[in-house]
């Protein structure tokens, strides 16, 4: 793991931002970048080994979870392998399910209105924010939108690990929470 970051408190929330070619994690033991690499032609037998190395390492990493914030789909994004993402994506779903872990999703605009107050916020402007906001030096955006989503969960359960703006909260009001009742845990 890489940047390391202090516990808001007993509750553990990770924030996971999944991708076919960088997936990033976001724990109490700080965050991680999963690389992997593909091409369009690889076989179904090399897409498998690639879904199975990103789900088993993530996994290996997660560590005690009580709460999962993941970034759903980006929907609109171009280029190719929507079944592959689409795929990947429920693996890993599937897997914290399986886990009883609660699962929070967050749309790729919400994750970036709640780190820089504007949804159509790029890349460096997410990594941007989320160095300044919580004192860390990330270089990669897969593990600063980790970071991001796994503030969100604290801070929707009243946990903040930092002071938010309240322009950038409301993007709080956007996400599918879990019906779990980790608010009052957390408290």
């Given at each position: 793991?890489?940047?390391?970051?202090?516990?808001?408190?007993?509750?553990?929330?990770?924030?996971?931002?999944?991708?076919?070619?960088?997936?990033?994690l976001a724990t109490t033991m700080g965050?991680?970048?999963?690389?992997?690499?593909?091409?369009?032609?690889?076989?179904?037998?090399?897409?498998?080994?690639?879904?199975?190395?990103?789900?088993?390492?993530?996994?290996?990493?997660?560590?005690?979870?009580?709460?999962?914030?993941?970034?759903?789909?980006?929907?609109?994004?171009?280029?190719g392998s929507t079944w592959d993402r689409?795929?990947?994506?429920?693996?890993?779903?599937?897997?914290?399910?399986?886990?009883?872990?609660?699962?929070?999703?967050?749309?790729?605009?919400?994750?970036?209105?709640?780190?820089?107050?504007?949804?159509?916020?790029?890349?460096?402007?997410?990594?941007?924010?989320?160095?300044?906001?919580?004192?860390?030096?990330?270089?990669?955006d897969n593990e600063a939108d980790a970071?991001?989503?796994?503030?969100?969960?604290?801070?929707?359960?009243?946990?903040?690990?930092?002071?938010?703006?309240?322009?950038?909260?409301?993007?709080?009001?956007?996400?599918?929470?879990?019906?779990?009742?980790?608010?009052?845990?957390?408290?």
């Amino acid at each position: 793991m890489a940047a390391q970051l202090a516990p808001a408190s007993r509750l553990h929330v990770a924030g996971i931002d999944i991708s076919l070619t960088g997936t990033g994690l976001a724990t109490t033991m700080g965050t991680l970048h999963i690389p992997t690499t593909g091409k369009r032609g690889d076989t179904l037998v090399q897409r498998h080994h690639r879904f199975q190395h990103i789900s088993r390492r993530l996994f290996d990493e997660l560590g005690e979870c009580d709460l999962a914030v993941v970034e759903d789909p980006a929907f609109g994004a171009p280029g190719g392998s929507t079944w592959d993402r689409g795929g990947l994506w429920w693996l890993i779903i599937d897997g914290l399910l399986d886990r009883e872990i609660p699962v929070a999703l967050v749309s790729p605009k919400t994750r970036a209105k709640y780190a820089t107050g504007s949804g159509s916020a790029g890349k460096a402007a997410v990594v941007e924010a989320t160095n300044r906001r919580y004192g860390v030096q990330l270089t990669d955006d897969n593990e600063a939108d980790a970071l991001v989503l796994r503030a969100m969960g604290h801070d929707w359960a009243g946990l903040p690990l930092a002071p938010a703006p309240e322009l950038n909260r409301t993007a709080l009001l956007s996400c599918q929470w879990p019906s779990c009742g980790l608010q009052e845990v957390s408290r």
